[in-house]
């Protein structure tokens, strides 16, 4: 029968004086209690021994838990909003429509465990079996609400999570190795450096998440919603995210993940700037396949990569002089800081690329014994798809932009003031600031040879 409310009160007054080292004081003991129903908002029980408690319909909002014995304890319908119950042991809990909104489950374990205790005649029973007697609550966190609760580090490895609201929630670095999280909603959640590897996923909405660093292998996404998500860092070789929408997200691979083959040829071209061309070999990647790879800082100057697909990628701050990369596939890129001087994307596409700050000045041409000729070469942007790109703070120089389509771009503070835009397609563009002053009348002028 559930516990008398008077000697309730007498136990927690016993426990915060225990905690307070109260001479004679005793802690809580409220081991296989019921406490259903129970008005414990903001009760002091850390370091409590509640172990198979049953907590079903009881308000615990507010309440402190930490490094409490939670052992196999139930909380179904339970109030935990804001509850502090980090540190605890909660292996064997269940949930079953408990809201833990706000709670604070720093470093728990919620695997499964059960616990056993002697009936009346003596026999081994299983502790929280249903009333039904039907056998145990098989599920950890059904339909529970989670939402912004604080799951970092904790291990959630085999829980049952389907169609749980985790929005917002923050498990950094958390276990869900095996993890059934079908139809749960874990929008806007923090999940950097979690372990979801062979955790099913199905149906589930994951849009707006940071994954940075999350393991996912043998994962299953079916039908996953990643919209948005950042997977910076993310090993998704031999996953299958056919059915996955993954439109908007940030989806990074480490250049440890491509081909040794290519590998190979940055590792020579890297010795091959270094050396100044007298050792190493420069990079021929024409039609290359570096989609969201991190490339970020790489020197990639005089490399060929015509029609190359560097989709996605980060190239924020690298340098690019001389780079050949006429007909490339540079959706998305992320070309922010880049040192794009006398640069060939000619025919490139660029739509909704990041060339903030990006600077494209045009490079002096040097004679044969390497005295200046006084003549440059511009970079060539001409004919490239630049629609909704960035290119807001960039130095276009000399740049050619005949016949680029610049629909809908942000040029706000970027030079242009000496571009060859004839032909250019300015629709919808955000010039305000820009070097040239008149950009649509200058995109109507003949074309000036640099």
Known sequence: MPIDPQELATVLLGHRRWLARRRGASPANLT??????????????????LSGADFADADLSGADLSHGDLFAARFPGARLAGTDLHN?????????????????????DLREGALMNADR??????????????????????????SEANLSGANLSGANLGRARLIRADLTGAILAETRLVDARLNRANLSGVDLSRANLDGA???????????????????????????????LLGIDLSDADLSDATVLLSPDSLPPAIQQILADHRVWIDSNGASG????????????VDLSGVDLSGASLRGARLAGSRLAAATAKMTDLAGSDLTRIDLSGAV??????????????????????????????????????????????????????????????????LTGCDLTGADLSDCRVDGAILTGAVTGGAGAPDLAASAGQPPRRP
């Open 340 to 405: 794009l001087d006398g640069v060939n994307l000619s025919g490139a596409n660029l739509s909704q690329a990041n060339l903030a700050a990006a600077r494209f000045d045009a490079v002096e041409i040097m004679g044969p014994d390497g005295t200046p000729t006084g003549r440059f070469w511009p970079a060539d942007l001409s004919g490239a798809d630049l629609s909704g790109a960035d290119l807001s703070g960039a130095v276009l120089g000399q740049s050619n932009l005949s016949d680029a389509d």
């Open 205 to 235: 909405d994951l849009s707006g998440c940071t994954l940075t660093e999350a393991t996912l292998g043998g994962a299953s996404l079916r039908g996953t919603s990643l919209a948005g998500a950042d997977l910076t860092g993310v090993d």
């Open 121 to 146: 005649g003596g026999a081994l029973v299983l502790v929280g079996a249903s009333r039904d007697g039907a056998g145990p609550d098989r599920t950890v966190l059904p339909d529970g609400n989670l």
């Open 88 to 108: 605890a042991e909660l292996r064997g809990a269940k949930f079953p429509g408990a809201d833990l909104s706000g709670a604070n489950l720093d470093c728990v």
């Open 32 to 49: 296989l209690r019921d406490l259903r129903g129970a008005d414990l908002r903001g009760a002091v029980l850390r370091l409590a021994k």
């Open 281 to 292: 070999v420069r990079a021929a990647l024409d039609g290359a396949d570096l989609c969201n």
